[in-house]
């Protein structure tokens, strides 16, 4: 975000802008790490209680203050930092269902 926009004075143009880097680059991200991710086999491991299943990686989205609270003129930049929490909510349900060796992984948002 440049700099603050009152809601009325927001363009679309600027909208999608904010909305490509912080939604979509975040998606298209996860895709491209979740495809290498889902290739890798799980591993046993030996830790200080005794076995376990040892993770293969992590996928870790960045949010901000704005992912949980607003300020006035950032109606585009709090909305994609919201969006970014409810897509790895999302997408995180996900990976341990959709097969047995995505069951090691995690996918989490730091704000």
């Known amino acids: 975000m440049h700099k603050p926009v009152h809601f009325m004075d927001l363009t679309i143009q600027e909208w999608e802008r904010v909305s490509q880097v912080n939604v979509q680059g975040v998606l298209y991200c996860m895709q491209a790490i979740g495809k290498v991710m889902r290739t890798q086999e799980s591993f046993k491991t030996s830790g200080l209680h005794?076995?376990?299943?040892?993770?293969?990686?992590?996928?870790?989205?960045?949010?901000?203050?704005?992912?949980?609270?607003?300020?006035?003129?950032?109606?585009q930049y709090t909305t994609s930092?919201?969006?970014?929490?409810?897509?790895?909510?999302?997408?995180?349900?996900?990976?341990?269902?959709?097969?047995?060796?995505?069951?090691?992984?995690?996918?989490?948002?730091?704000?």
């Open 50 to 75: 005794g076995p376990r299943a040892a993770q293969r990686g992590s996928i870790v989205n960045l949010g901000s203050i704005h992912s949980f609270q607003s300020a006035p003129g950032t109606a």
């Open 81 to 111: 930092k919201h969006a970014v929490v409810g897509l790895t909510k999302s997408c995180g349900k996900m990976l341990p269902s959709s097969s047995a060796l995505l069951s090691s992984h995690r996918l989490e948002c730091l704000s």
